[in-house]
C-alpha cells in the first residue's frame, strides 16, 4: 500500500508552468488561443488596409499617368499627320489646320509639364529630357516648315517635313514610347510587388489560423486528457472499492478538482473499510468478550492447518445466580474474566505443544464457551483441562465483590485415527461436547468426555427402562429418606425422600442413572406416584408421634405437565388420611423454567390443596427473582455445588448470604443441601440458613437404619 502511494505522489509532482486547476488550464489555454485570433485579425485588417491604399493609389495616379503617356503618343502621332494635310491643304484651308496643330502641340506640351511634376526614377527623368530637347526641336523645325509653307514653298517644307520636323516627331515618340513603356513595367512591378504582399498576409493569416488551430486541438486534446485520465482512474478506483478491495489508494494526479475527488473517495474508503471491518467483527465475534461466536467458531476449521479434532465445551457454573443476586456487571466480568484466562491457558498450551496451534475459543452464550483445537490423546486434553482449571483459579473481584470461577466441562473427540476414527465434523463435537457437559453436571463431577459408552449407556438405559414398569410392580424400588434440620434449634423437622432401585441383575441402580432417562421416556410418573404413596403410608404411620415431621417428595417436570396431577395428589392426600401441608413436593428450578406459564398455574393449584411446595436445586437453573416472585413456594434449596467448601470461599458465602436473604424477603425457608463438614454447617448457620441437610447430619436411611433413627427422635 505504501509503494503504491508514493508513486501515486511521484506522478503527482507539477509539470512547470502548467496549472493543476482545470479552471486555470482552460483560461489560460483559451486566453492564449483569443490572443492568437487578436493577432491574426489585427495583422490582416492592417495588411488589407495597407493593399487598399495601394489599389487606390494605382487608380488614382499611376493610371493617369499611364493614360497621359499614352495620349502624348497619340497627340505626336497625329501632329505629324496634321503637318503633312497643312501643306497639302490650299490657303484657304490653312487657319483650320494650323488650328488643329496648335491644338495638338498644346496638348502635348500640357502633358510634357504634367509628367514633369512627378518622376518616379532617373531613367524616366532622362526620357523626359530627351522628350523636352526633341519637343524644342520640333518646335524649331515647325516653325521653319511653316514659314515655308506661307513662303509658298512646299518643296522646302516637304524637305524640312522629312528632315528635321519628322525625325523631332520620331524621337518623341520613340521617347513617349519609352516613357510609356517605363509606365507600364512600373505598374507590373507595382502589381507585383501589391500581390506578394497580399500574398505575404494571406500567408501570416494562414499561418497564424493554423497555428490557432493546432494549439485549440493541441489544448483540446490536453485538456481532455487532463480530465478524461484521472477520470478514468476515480472510475477504476470507484469500481476496485465496490468489489471491497480497499488495500489501494486512488493515486494523485496533477488536476486539483479530480485529486480533491480522489482524496474524498480514499477517506470515504476509509471509512467504509472501517465500518466494514466492524460489521464482520460483530457478525463473527460476541461484543462482550470479543472472542469469535458460534458462526465463527464453525468457520474456524476452514482457517486453521491441523484438522480440529477435540472439542472443549466449558460452562460458568451459577451465572444465572450471580447475575440475580450480585448483578449483572459482576456476571459480566466474571465472563470477560473466565474468557480471557480460558484464551490464555489454550494459547500456553498450544505454545508448549501440548495441543495443535491456532487453538480456537469461542463465546456460545451466556457462560458457555466452547474450545476448538487438535490434541494427540485424550490425556492431553486433560492436562490442558488442568491447566484451565489452574487458570481460573483466583477469585474474581468486580464491586466489592470476590467470586469464585467454577466451570463444568464437557469433552468430545473424533477418536483415535489409528482405530480407523475418521475427523468428525464441529457440530457433532459440538452436540457430543454438550451430552458430555449434561452428564458431567448431572454426576455433579467437574467433567466428563462423550464416549461410545455413554452412547451405550445410553442404549442400555433404554432397556433399563423397560425394566422399570417391572421394577414398580415388583416391588425393586425403594423409598429411602433423608432427614433435615433445623439450624437454629438442630431438631428433626421432616426427610426427603429419595428413590433406590435393587434391579434383579444388575444390582444397585442410582437414580442419576435412570430418573433423568424415566423422566424423558415419560415413565417417571410411575414412580413419582409410588413414592408419594410409600410418603404418604411413612407420615400416616409417623402421626402419632412425630405429627410435626414432613416428607418432600420428588416431583419431575413430566408430572407437572400431565393433565390431572394435582387432582391425583389430592385424592391420594385424602385417602391417607394425612394432613396436606405434611407432604412437600419439590420441583427443580429448570424443571420450572421449561414451561414457566403454566408452571405457575399448576404451583397454585397444588398449593391450594395444601400441600407446601419446596425449589430444588435453587442456584443452578435459569429462573428471575421477578418470576421467583410469582411462585407459591414456601422453601428455597440452595444446590449442593454452592455449600461445597463454602467455608473457604468467601465469594460464595457471598453469594450464599444473598440467596438466604432473597429468600427470607420471599417469605421463604432456606435449606443448605449436601453440608458435609461441620466448617460448612457452621457458615451456613453464620450466614442465615434455616434448614441443613446433607451426610454431616445424616445420609439418605432406609430400613432398620431408618427405624433407629426415628427411635431416638425425641418426642414434643
Ligand atoms: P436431589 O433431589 O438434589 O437429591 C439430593 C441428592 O443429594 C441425593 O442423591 C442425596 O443422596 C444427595 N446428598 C444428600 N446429602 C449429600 C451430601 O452431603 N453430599 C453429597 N455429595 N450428596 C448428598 P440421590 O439420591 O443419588 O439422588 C440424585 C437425584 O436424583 C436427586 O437429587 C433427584 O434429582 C433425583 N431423584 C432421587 N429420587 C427421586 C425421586 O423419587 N423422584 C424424582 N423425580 N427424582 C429423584
Ligand atoms: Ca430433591
Ligand atoms: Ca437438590
Known amino acids: 500500500m505504501d509503494t503504491q502511494h508514493t508513486r501515486s505522489q511521484a506522478t503527482a509532482r507539477p509539470r512547470l508552468g502548467w496549472p493543476r486547476r482545470i479552471g486555470w488550464r482552460l483560461a489560460l489555454g483559451f486566453g492564449v488561443l483569443v490572443v492568437l485570433m487578436l493577432v491574426a485579425l489585427a495583422q490582416a485588417i492592417f495588411q488589407i488596409h495597407h493593399i487598399t491604399g495601394v489599389t487606390q493609389r494605382f487608380a488614382t495616379g499611376d493610371m493617369q499617368r499611364l493614360l497621359r503617356v499614352q495620349a502624348l503618343s497619340l497627340q505626336t502621332e497625329g501632329v505629324g499627320n ?66 515655308e509653307i506661307e513662303g509658298d514653298n512646299p518643296a522646302a517644307a516637304w524637305r524640312l517635313l522629312n528632315e528635321r520636323v519628322n525625325p523631332a516627331l520620331k524621337t518623341m515618340l520613340l521617347e513617349s514610347n519609352a516613357l510609356l513603356q517605363r509606365e507600364r513595367e512600373r505598374i507590373e512591378s507595382q502589381l507585383d510587388d501589391a500581390q506578394r504582399l497580399f500574398d505575404r498576409v494571406a500567408l501570416w493569416v494562414a499561418g497564424l489560423s493554423v497555428l490557432a488551430v493546432a494549439l485549440a486541438v493541441w489544448l483540446g486534446v490536453r485538456t481532455t486528457r487532463s480530465v478524461v485520465g484521472p477520470l478514468e482512474q476515480l472510475e477504476v478506483a470507484a469500481q476496485r472499492i465496490a468489489g471491497g478491495d480497499y488495500s489501494r489508494r486512488v493515486p494523485m494526479t496533477r488536476t486539483q478538482e479530480v485529486d480533491r475527488v480522489g482524496r474524498a473517495l480514499n477517506t470515504m474508503t476509509d471509512a467504509v473499510a472501517q465500518r466494514e471491518r466492524d460489521i464482520e467483527h460483530l457478525a463473527f465475534h460476541d461484543p462482550l468478550t470479543g472472542l469469535p461466536n458460534r458462526t465463527a467458531l464453525f468457520n474456524a476449521v476452514v482457517s486453521t492447518q491441523a484438522p480440529p479434532n477435540c472439542l472443549a465445551l466449558m460452562d460458568l457454573a451459577r451465572l444465572k445466580a450471580i447475575n440475580e443476586t ?54 492431553a486434553v486433560e492436562t490442558l483441562r488442568e491447566r484451565i482449571e489452574q487458570a481460573m483459579g483466583a477469585p474474581v473481584h468486580c464491586s466489592g465483590h470476590s467470586v469464585d470461577l467454577s466451570l463444568n466441562y464437557g469433552l468430545a473427540d473424533s477418536g483415535d485415527p489409528a482405530q480407523g476414527a475418521t475427523a468428525l465434523p464441529v457440530d457433532t463435537l459440538l452436540r457430543n461436547a454438550e451430552v458430555a457437559l449434561h452428564s458431567a453436571k448431572r454426576a455433579a463431577v467437574g467433567f466428563a468426555w462423550h464416549s461410545e459408552a455413554q452412547e451405550a449407556a445410553r442404549l442400555s438405559h433404554l432397556s433399563l427402562l423397560s425394566d422399570l414398569r417391572q421394577a414398580v410392580a415388583t416391588s425393586q424400588l425403594q423409598m429411602w429418606l433423608q432427614p433435615k434440620f433445623s439450624l437454629a434449634t438442630g431438631r428433626a423437622v421432616g426427610a426427603e425422600a429419595l428413590v433406590r432401585w435393587q434391579h434383579p441383575t444388575r444390582g444397585f441402580v442410582s437414580p442419576a442413572e435412570f430418573v433423568p432417562f424415566a423422566e424423558q421416556a415419560g415413565y417417571i410418573t410411575m414412580v413419582t406416584n409410588w413414592m408419594l404413596e410409600q410418603a404418604l403410608r411413612s407420615l400416616a404411620a409417623w402421626a402419632p408421634t412425630h405429627p410435626e415431621l414432613s416428607i418432600a417428595v420428588n416431583v419431575s417436570t413430566r408430572d407437572l405437565q400431565q393433565k390431572g396431577f394435582a387432582e391425583r395428589v389430592a385424592r391420594m392426600i385424602e385417602a391417607s388420611g394425612v394432613p396436606a401441608k405434611r407432604l412437600r413436593l419439590e420441583i427443580t428450578e429448570s424443571g420450572l423454567m421449561d414451561d414457566p406459564t403454566h408452571s405457575v398455574a399448576l404451583l397454585h393449584a397444588l398449593r391450594d390443596i395444601g400441600t407446601p411446595l419446596s425449589i430444588d436445586d435453587f442456584g443452578t437453573g435459569y429462573s428471575s427473582l421477578a418470576y421467583l416472585q410469582k411462585l407459591p413456594v414456601s422453601e428455597l434449596k440452595i444446590d449442593r455445588s454452592f455449600i461445597d467448601k463454602l467455608d473457604q470461599s468467601p465469594g460464595t458465602q457471598k453469594l450464599v448470604r444473598a440467596m438466604t436473604e432473597m429468600g427470607h424477603g420471599l417469605d421463604l425457608m432456606v435449606t443448605a443441601e449436601g453440608v458435609e463438614t461441620e466448617a460448612e454447617r457452621e457458615t451456613i448457620t453464620r450466614l442465615g440458613v434455616d434448614v441443613m441437610q446433607g451426610y454431616l447430619a445424616s445420609k439418605p436411611l432406609h430400613g432398620e437404619k431408618l427405624q433407629a433413627w426415628f427411635d431416638v427422635l425425641p418426642i414434643k
Do not use: C
Open 82 to 147: 496634321a503637318l503633312i494635310r497643312l501643306i497639302n491643304a490650299p490657303r484657304a484651308n490653312r487657319v483650320a489646320e494650323y488650328a488643329d496643330v496648335d491644338e495638338r502641340n498644346r496638348r502635348i506640351d500640357g502633358i510634357v509639364e504634367s509628367l514633369a511634376d512627378d518622376l518616379k526614377d532617373a531613367d524616366q527623368e532622362q526620357n523626359l529630357k530627351h522628350l523636352v530637347e526633341s519637343r524644342a526641336a520640333y518646335a524649331e523645325a515647325f516653325i521653319a516648315t511653316a514659314d
Open 326 to 379: 450480585l448483578g449483572y456487571t459482576t456476571g459480566d466480568t466474571l465472563i470477560q474474566q473466565t474468557a480471557q484466562r480460558a484464551s490464555q491457558a489454550l494459547q500456553a498450551a498450544a505454545a508448549s505443544g501440548l495441543i495443535g496451534p491456532e487453538p480456537v475459543v469461542a463465546r456460545l452464550s451466556g457462560g458457555t464457551f466452547a474450545a476448538l483445537f487438535s490434541a494427540p490423546d485424550r490425556a
